[in-house]
């Protein structure tokens, strides 16, 4: 099997990007439907998901670790997401519990306004987290390490801002 050419290199960039997570969409694994990716961006999808957003900020990113074996003739992506919700309450522990126990798939909003969709392929599981009502006063008190993984044959494609804001679901959990 012949591989891909070679097509481009990369200049250095501007110093004009900022690091760390805006916004988490989630849904149900397979909502989303057959998905047309071009040149690395979703442009479109077959189904009509419902995208319930959760509003991040501070200790929130992806992290995209690469595994290639020569010797097998591999590679894959591991996708990871880390979120810490702040303030423990009743509505987002229970809405909470139905979401870690979901296949998902999950759109991320970036800081530079990139939305990436993280488990195209195969979903996101949730891998871990806690539930704290922190010790001194001013610790955190909520949903803390929350880690969402999926395995994937190709990085997070990027995902055209308009299909997000089509499907998105404005109902929040209000924890104030």
């Known amino acids: 099997m012949a591989c891909a050419s070679l097509s481009t290199g990369r200049s250095l960039p501007c110093k004009s990007s900022a690091g760390g997570i805006k916004a988490i969409f989630v849904t149900t694994f397979g909502d989303l439907g057959d998905l047309t990716v071009t040149s690395g961006e979703v442009t479109a999808w077959a189904g009509t998901p419902t995208l319930y957003k959760y509003d991040v900020d501070g200790a929130t990113g ?73 010790q001194a006063f001013g610790d955190l008190s909520g949903f803390s390490g929350l880690t969402f993984q999926g395995l994937e044959q190709n990085p997070a494609w990027f995902v055209t801002s308009s299909l997000v804001s089509a499907a998105e679901d404005s109902t929040q959990i209000d924890p104030a």
Do not use: W
């Open 62 to 134: 992806v992290e995209q670790s690469i595994t290639a074996s020569p010797e097998n003739g591999s590679v894959f992506f591991t996708q990871t997401l880390t979120t810490t919700l702040k303030r423990l309450d009743k509505a987002t522990m229970v809405e909470l519990d139905v979401l870690l126990k979901n296949r998902l798939s999950v759109i991320v909003e970036d800081y530079n306004g990139n939305y990436l969709l993280m488990g195209a392929e195969h979903g996101v599981n949730s891998s871990g987290g806690s539930i704290t009502t922190g």
